[in-house]
């Protein structure tokens, strides 16, 4: 029953673009990069069989990810965990994914999902993340709960919900500090339902001030961002958007971004870049859950100005799909032993190649000179 219940809430949660209609360990977790927050480049895979991403900068040299992590086998500590990887060059490198602990935390609760975490004033790591008091209830026992950490990993649980909804379940929450405040937001529903807004003075207590507006192509599903003078919310929908703010309270209108993707994260870097993490095409796994495993296709060449030729082994067949930068898929197929794939009419830059080899996903970057 409670494994039931819990995987019935991150499916309800799960309605970006990419995760729609698949459950949320079929999809993988893409990074990308900007130099104004709008336009993006350079996709990797971050981490598969993921979903839910945040990413903060912490102590100044040290970029902290955390997410909800699937990998199988099921059950085991990596399947349907909060999960954390840490950078220290500024994102081009990354730990293996970490489980977190949570100390304290009640038995009779659902196990922490939709994560997101805030820098405090002195300068430990809250997370933010859905839970349940019970498993037994309707959909308005799920509220959001915090806990407290010193090293991005162990985290102690603090009593009493963040915030509590007496009759709508309150999951996918974004907590920032901006202007002296803290500020959360959680979707209330349906896109076109908007988000919940609070603000809080501790981090603790929080009360809330209004609803935030939307419609049915702006989902609150994401996270904040304090940029400069304003707070920015990115979010999913067709395309992933921001909306900015002075206050927290009137907000400027949605920009698009250049990603087809869902539940983003992002973080400004100290030189004025962006980092952003979401959820992108499903399936994209491997055998040893590491998303840069070698790919038993050779692809030649790489870059290209106008064909590529995939080989694998004689008499196998290799479905393949081929996306653009953003996630946009281009072209699906299957090739026997040999293939190729005309990049001739394509605009010059990176795209993503999926291939299939005995039911394991692989990824591969190709360039368009």
């Known amino acids: 029953m409670k494994q039931a219940f819990l995987i019935i809430v991150l499916f309800i949660k799960t309605t970006t673009a990419f995760s729609q209609g698949n459950p949320p ?66 994102g081009t490198n990354w730990t293996t994914p970490t489980p977190i602990v949570v100390n304290n935390f009640p038995a009779n609760y659902q196990r922490p999902f939709d994560p997101t975490i805030v820098v405090t004033t002195d300068k430990k790591i809250r997370i933010f993340f859905s839970s349940s008091d019970g498993m037994i209830g309707g959909p308005e026992i799920i509220n959001t709960y915090s806990a407290l950490s010193t090293d991005g990993i162990n985290y102690t649980f603090e009593p009493g919900p963040r915030f509590d909804h007496s009759t709508n379940r309150v999951i996918d929450p974004a907590v920032t500090i901006f202007n002296g405040s803290w500020h959360y937001t959680a979707p209330i529903g349906a896109p076109q339902d908007g988000a919940y807004h609070c603000t809080s003075v501790d981090g603790l207590t929080f009360t809330q001030i209004g609803n935030i507006n939307s419609d049915n192509n702006h989902n609150w599903t994401g996270n904040l961002l304090v940029d400069g003078g304003q707070l920015r919310f990115y979010g999913s929908g067709p395309m992933i958007w921001y909306n900015s703010s002075a206050d927290g309270n009137v907000w400027n209108g949605f920009v698009n971004t250049n ?94 190649l999926m291939t299939e080899d005995n039911k394991k996903i692989y990824c591969n970057r190709l360039l368009k000179e």
């Open 25 to 90: 360990w079929q999809n993988a977790l893409i990074i990308v990069r900007s130099t104004n927050g709008i336009n993006f480049n350079s996709p990797a895979i971050f981490q598969d069989s993921s979903g839910v991403p945040c990413i903060i900068q912490w102590k100044s040299d040290t970029l902290v990810a955390v997410f909800q992590w699937f990998r199988q086998p099921n059950p085991s500590p990596s399947w349907d965990r909060v999960a954390v990887k840490f950078s220290y060059d500024n």
């Open 259 to 352: 990603i087809v993707g869902g539940d983003p994260g992002i973080v400004k870097l100290s030189n004025g870049n962006y980092i952003m993490v979401y959820v992108g095409p499903p399936n994209i796994i491997t055998a040893t859950g590491n998303p840069n495993a070698a790919s038993p296709v050779t692809i030649f060449p790489n870059p290209s100005t106008s064909v590529i030729y995939l080989q694998g082994k004689q008499g196998k067949q290799y479905p393949y799909s081929l996306f653009t930068a953003s996630g946009a898929l281009l072209s699906r197929g299957i090739f026997t032993t040999n293939g190729q794939l005309n990049m001739e009419r394509l605009p010059a830059g990176a795209y993503l």
